[in-house]
């Protein structure tokens, strides 16, 4: 029997601070858990007295990874709120902007943070010597949905002309040819980063739970939407708080959530789970390639989900660039908001799952109250859960390889703690 | 307001990191802002990278010369850094604070974005950091007193540098 104790403080390559706790003796588990360990940020306080204009920019800062999706989200809430509506034009730009996002943050993700442990590399560094072309190609990846981000936001990281009522500026037509062929020829780059991962040795683990993401009638969904469960419920987002149904955990600064099992799992697998058929053709050959069917209830996975996303944004990407250029791309200014006082819901996909932004307004714009949950919160119970149920199965394996296995695990949540703690609520009445 | 890609003709660069919800840490993006208010000489562009993480290696490329604002714990060798004082200095002058085997993307910036650049042998610009040594990185927005009163004299550093470029 063994007697086990890992103790990783500060996970590496996890967005933000984390520690894992395992304490087993004679083969009993005593501990076993995921803590979150950085100091809450308050975040909606920063936006409450803030005036309607200023919430996307404000809550873009939150995250440098996620600030797309943020600013994205904050803006449909707002919208939602003054009833603006967006032009056709202004809808497809933000879906193109999020794509970008998406691509950025998932090959950040796989390609630096959790391919290093398939390669048995401490870090990205170490990579560079033992796989040079792959460090490459990440970066080339990362360059062209930086780019994109920058054509469609102004900016990458946090995306300045995305506005309320759309955006305050409009890339050419020249611009949107000269960026559709750099991402017909990152194809070849997406077929390598697939038969790369699909090649790796996944740790083999099953747990069935509750998978919860965004859902559309007519395409993989990512920007709003309906709140869907692979357990069969389905909510408009305005009714969030049923799902998450937030709690505090003594351990952990970041709530805890969960539906209609004790855990849900929000993310890349989420979105692959529930909404599988409306992948592009590519991306499912992807998923095939990694032998990939819905329901896939290994947690590791969320990592391969990912890569089959960044196909399906890439070649949806090229599929709104065609759209828009079909159309006739116009100089527009954003919907001028009727500005009242109200209250405003919006969920969008992000990269790490299914966020939410909820304001109230007074009559003259100012930010009343607001509230804010981010995927990494939700999945905190899940993981803790997977956690529990994989130790016992890998506790007799030597400690080293039980630490980097749980450490894997808490990778392929692709964490973001540094924007999960934040203790306010904020009653709507 | 500053625009990535409108900078074919310009020869320097002035990005400012940081993150301005976190007090002092917001110094790069505040000198930018400074920096836009003013009718700056043909030939520079500004930048404001926030937390952009490896972001920073997209942005500078192609660039000639760059110039960098960001908050830093000013340690050692030129005596003590008080909060609001600043140096400058180029990337071969200092060690930067990467850390290889603890990669952390959270805290991915400037210093791990030049080690990864390095490491792959890009071809960088020429860099000049202006390190501000913040009083106070904690959750909040606007800078501390001191770092606010060294404001005016380090914009005029960085154009002055800019302008000798």
Same mark, same amino acid.
């Given at each position: 029997?063994?007697?086990?104790?890992?103790?990783?403080?500060?996970?590496?390559?996890?967005?933000?601070?984390?520690?894992?706790?395992?304490?087993?003796?004679?083969?009993?588990?005593?501990?076993?858990?995921?803590?979150?360990?950085?100091?809450?940020?308050?975040?909606?306080?920063?936006?409450?007295?803030?005036?309607?204009?200023?919430?996307?920019?404000?809550?873009?800062?939150?995250?440098?990874?996620?600030?797309?999706?943020?600013?994205?989200?904050?803006?449909?809430?707002?919208?939602?709120?003054?009833?603006?509506?967006?032009?056709?034009?202004?809808?497809?730009?933000?879906?193109?902007?999020?794509?970008?996002?998406?691509?950025?943050?998932?090959?950040?993700?796989?390609?630096?943070?959790?391919?290093?442990?398939?390669?048995?590399?401490?870090?990205?560094?170490?990579?560079?010597?033992?796989?040079?072309?792959?460090?490459?190609?990440?970066?080339?990846?990362?360059?062209?949905?930086?780019?994109?981000?920058?054509?469609?936001?102004?900016?990458?990281?946090?995306?300045?002309?995305?506005?309320?009522?759309?955006?305050?500026?409009?890339?050419?037509?020249?611009?949107?040819?000269?960026?559709?062929?750099?991402?017909?020829?990152?194809?070849?780059?997406?077929?390598?980063?697939?038969?790369?991962?699909?090649?790796?040795?996944?740790?083999?683990?099953?747990?069935?739970?509750?998978?919860?993401?965004?859902?559309?009638?007519?395409?993989?969904?990512?920007?709003?939407?309906?709140?869907?469960?692979?357990?069969?419920?389905?909510?408009?987002?305005?009714?969030?708080?049923?799902?998450?149904?937030?709690?505090?955990?003594?351990?952990?600064?970041?709530?805890?959530?969960?539906?209609?099992?004790?855990?849900?799992?929000?993310?890349?697998?989420?979105?692959?789970?529930?909404?599988?058929?409306?992948?592009?053709?590519?991306?499912?050959?992807?998923?095939?390639?990694?032998?990939?069917?819905?329901?896939?209830?290994?947690?590791?996975?969320?990592?391969?989900?990912?890569?089959?996303?960044?196909?399906?944004?890439?070649?949806?990407?090229?599929?709104?660039?065609?759209?828009?250029?079909?159309?006739?791309?116009?100089?527009?200014?954003?919907?001028?908001?009727?500005?009242?006082?109200?209250?405003?819901?919006?969920?969008?996909?992000?990269?790490?799952?299914?966020?939410?932004?909820?304001?109230?307004?007074?009559?003259?714009?100012?930010?009343?109250?607001?509230?804010?949950?981010?995927?990494?919160?939700?999945?905190?119970?899940?993981?803790?859960?997977?956690?529990?149920?994989?130790?016992?199965?890998?506790?007799?394996?030597?400690?080293?390889?039980?630490?980097?296995?749980?450490?894997?695990?808490?990778?392929?949540?692709?964490?973001?703690?540094?924007?999960?703690?934040?203790?306010?609520?904020?009653?709507?009445? | 307001?500053?625009?990535?890609?409108?900078?074919?003709?310009?020869?320097?660069?002035?990005?400012?990191?940081?993150?301005?919800?976190?007090?002092?840490?917001?110094?790069?993006?505040?000198?930018?802002?400074?920096?836009?208010?003013?009718?700056?000489?043909?030939?520079?562009?500004?930048?404001?990278?926030?937390?952009?993480?490896?972001?920073?290696?997209?942005?500078?490329?192609?660039?000639?010369?760059?110039?960098?604002?960001?908050? /830093?714990?000013?340690?050692?060798?030129?005596?003590?850094?008080?909060?609001?004082?600043?140096?400058?200095?180029?990337?071969?002058?200092?060690?930067?604070?990467?850390?290889?085997?603890?990669?952390?993307?959270?805290?991915?910036?400037? /210093?791990?974005?030049?080690?990864? /650049?390095?490491?792959?042998?890009?071809?960088?610009?020429?860099?000049?950091?202006?390190?501000?040594?913040?009083?106070?990185?904690?959750?909040?927005?606007?800078?501390?007193?001191?770092?606010?009163?060294?404001?005016?004299?380090?914009?005029?550093?960085?154009?002055?540098?800019?302008?000798?470029?």
């Amino acid at each position: 029997m063994s007697t086990l104790s890992v103790n990783v403080h500060h996970v590496t390559r996890v967005e933000g601070h984390g520690n894992i706790v395992v304490d087993a003796q004679n083969g009993e588990i005593k501990e076993c858990r995921f803590e979150v360990v950085e100091a809450p940020r308050f975040f909606e306080a920063f936006v409450r007295g803030r005036p309607y204009t200023e919430l996307n920019h404000i809550t873009s800062r939150i995250c440098g990874i996620c600030a797309v999706g943020h600013s994205t989200t904050s803006a449909m809430a707002t919208e939602k709120a003054m009833g603006v509506k967006l032009t056709e034009q202004a809808q497809l730009l933000r879906k193109l902007n999020f794509h970008g996002e998406t691509i950025d943050s998932h090959v950040l993700h796989t390609y630096y943070l959790v391919a290093p442990d398939f390669f048995g590399a401490g870090s990205v560094f170490p990579l560079i010597d033992i796989n040079r072309p792959v460090v490459e190609r990440a970066l080339r990846i990362k360059k062209l949905s930086g780019d994109l981000c920058a054509m469609v936001g102004g900016r990458h990281t946090h995306p300045c002309a995305l506005v309320v009522g759309g955006f305050s500026h409009t890339p050419t037509e020249d611009e949107l040819r000269a960026m559709r062929k750099r991402l017909v020829a990152a194809r070849e780059d997406m077929d390598a980063s697939v038969e790369l991962f699909a090649s790796l040795e996944w740790p083999q683990f099953e747990r069935e739970t509750e998978y919860i993401s965004l859902s559309k009638d007519d395409e993989y969904a990512f920007v709003g939407g309906k709140i869907k469960s692979t357990d069969g419920f389905e909510y408009p987002v305005e009714e969030y708080k049923q799902v998450t149904n937030e709690e505090l955990v003594p351990f952990s600064s970041a709530k805890w959530t969960s539906h209609n099992r004790k855990s849900y799992m929000v993310g890349a697998l989420a979105r692959f789970n529930n909404n599988f058929d409306q992948l592009h053709p590519k991306a499912k050959d992807a998923a095939a390639a990694f032998g990939m069917e819905p329901i896939v209830t290994n947690p590791f996975m969320n990592s391969a989900a990912q890569v089959v996303e960044m196909v399906h944004c890439v070649e949806d990407a090229i599929e709104i660039i065609d759209e828009l250029l079909a159309r006739g791309v116009k100089p527009e200014d954003p919907t001028v908001a009727d500005v009242k006082a109200g209250e405003g819901v919006a969920s969008c996909d992000v990269p790490r799952g299914i966020l939410f932004h909820h304001y109230g307004y007074d009559e003259e714009g100012y930010c009343q109250d607001a509230n804010c949950i981010i995927p990494t919160n939700q999945n905190m119970a899940n993981l803790n859960y997977d956690m529990q149920e994989l130790l016992p199965q890998i506790i007799d394996k030597p400690q080293d390889e039980v630490r980097l296995t749980l450490e894997m695990l808490v990778r392929a949540y692709d964490p973001c703690i540094s924007c999960s703690a934040h203790f306010l609520t904020v009653e709507f009445v | 307001m500053e625009w990535e890609g409108e900078s074919s003709h310009s020869v320097v660069l002035v990005l400012g990191l940081g993150n301005p919800l976190r007090r002092d840490d917001g110094i790069g993006p505040r000198v930018i802002q400074e920096l836009q208010q003013r009718d700056l000489p043909e030939g520079i562009e500004v930048i404001d990278g926030g937390t952009g993480g490896l972001d920073i290696l997209r942005v500078i490329e192609g660039w000639e010369n760059v110039l960098v604002v960001d908050a /830093a714990n000013v340690d050692g060798g030129r005596g003590e850094i008080a909060p609001g004082e600043f140096v400058r200095f180029t990337p071969d002058e200092a060690r930067l604070g990467a850390s290889p085997e603890g990669f952390s993307l959270h805290h991915a910036g400037l /210093a791990e974005a030049l080690a990864l /650049a390095r490491a792959l042998e890009r071809p960088l610009p020429s860099i000049v950091v202006f390190g501000v040594q913040p009083s106070d990185v904690g959750w909040g927005e606007g800078l501390t007193p001191e770092v606010e009163q060294s404001l005016p004299a380090l914009c005029e550093a960085v154009l002055k540098e800019a302008m000798q470029r």
